[in-house]
Nanobody
Framework: QMAESGGGLVQPGGSLRLSCSASGRTFNNFVMGWFRQAPGKEREFVAGISWTTGTTRYADSVKGRFIISRDSTKDTAYLQMNSLKPEDAAVYYC???????????????WGQGTQVIVSS
C-alpha cells in the first residue's frame, strides 16, 4: 500500500513537496502517478513519471507549476507543488499507472492520501 506524506496548509502562491513510498516494494519498471480528489469531485490525474526513463506527464491544470520526480535509491516519488492555488486543495494520492500515456491507475487500492489546504 502506498504511503503519501507532505501535505499541509499553505497560502496561495506557496509551495509544498509531497512524498510517496510503498513499504517493502520497489517502483522499478513502474510508472508512478499522483492523483487528487477535492470534496465533491472525482479523483483526477495530476502527474506521472516513468521510473525507468524519467519521462513525465502532467495534467494541464498543473503544467508549469508542479514537478514530479523520483529517487530510485529511496523508492520514493515526489511532487513539488509551486504557485499553489485554492483550486489545488485536495487529498493527494499516489498509485502506479498502467502507462505514462494514460491516466488509469494500475490498482484499485489507495493509500490514506495526504491533504493539501490552500488558504490565506
Amino acid at each position: 500500500q502506498m504511503a503519501e506524506s507532505g501535505g499541509g496548509l499553505v497560502q496561495p502562491g506557496g509551495s509544498l513537496r509531497l512524498s510517496c513510498s510503498a513499504s517493502g516494494r520497489t517502483f522499478n519498471n513502474f510508472v508512478m502517478g499522483w492523483f487528487r480528489q477535492a470534496p465533491g469531485k472525482e479523483r483526477e490525474f495530476v502527474a506521472g513519471i516513468s521510473w525507468t526513463t524519467g519521462t513525465t506527464r502532467y495534467a494541464d491544470s498543473v503544467k508549469g507549476r508542479f514537478i514530479i520526480s523520483r529517487d530510485s535509491t529511496k523508492d520514493t516519488a515526489y511532487l513539488q507543488m509551486n504557485s499553489l492555488k485554492p483550486e489545488d486543495a485536495a487529498v493527494y494520492y499516489c498509485n502506479a499507472l498502467t502507462s505514462i500515456t494514460v491516466d488509469t491507475p494500475l490498482s484499485n487500492r489507495w493509500g490514506q492520501g495526504t491533504q493539501v489546504i490552500v488558504s490565506s
